[in-house]
């Protein structure tokens, strides 16, 4: 069975804020790889780095493949993810509720001999192994998070701001259009 698929993104569109760890030997990178880190999760400090007179979106850029959210994304999307991401409280900025937005779910469904990896990826999926879940990564690339219908319908329904989905490498689309082609409004 086919389910539409698309990249997560920040909004582009738009002057946004960018918010950072405070703390630069903290490595974003050996974290957020498609495991679970409640556990062991202390809330760490975040700064705003640049675009500081920005007001703050739903989703603000942050470490790749975790972008912080805020309290409002993670209401609207806590039930919608479930079990396959996690929220973890951040603190700052601006006395703000923020979370890093940790997808736990990894899935095994790329179709190797048409995807391109690396630098510009081209992501083609084996609709044989995609399953119905509402947001994934893939095992080949941690960076990236996948999102299918029910949390775009959601973040549509919701407006959440500073997000942007994306056909993997052949089609935008963007929240703010009202009429997708292809796309069930």
Not at 53 to 79: H, I
Not at 91 to 111: A, E, R, S, W
Not at 115 to 124: A, N, T
Request: glycine letters at 6%; hydrophobic letters at 40%; one cysteine or more.
């Amino acid at each position: 069975m086919k389910f539409p698929i698309y990249e997560l993104r920040g909004d582009r569109r738009t002057r946004f804020p960018v918010i950072g760890f405070s703390d630069s030997r903290f490595d974003a990178h050996s974290y957020f790889v498609g495991r679970s880190e409640a556990r062991q999760w202390r809330p760490r400090k975040v700064i705003l780095t640049s675009g500081k007179s920005y007001p703050l979106r739903d989703q603000v850029g942050g470490s790749l493949g975790a972008p912080f959210v805020s309290e409002r994304f993670r209401r609207v999307m806590e039930s919608v993810c479930g079990k396959h991401a996690e929220f973890l409280p951040v603190l700052g900025p601006k006395k703000k509720q923020f979370f890093v937005f940790n997808v736990i779910t990894i899935i095994d469904c790329l179709d190797l001999k048409r995807s391109q990896l690396g630098f510009l990826p081209k992501f083609v999926f084996d609709n044989t192994k995609v399953c119905p879940v509402p947001v994934f990564k893939v095992p080949h690339d941690h960076t990236v998070i996948f999102v299918t219908e029910p949390f775009i319908a959601a973040a549509r329904e919701h407006h959440l701001t500073g997000i942007d989905f994306e056909y993997p490498h052949l089609m935008r689309i963007v929240l703010t259009e009202t009429v997708v082609p292809g796309f069930p409004t």
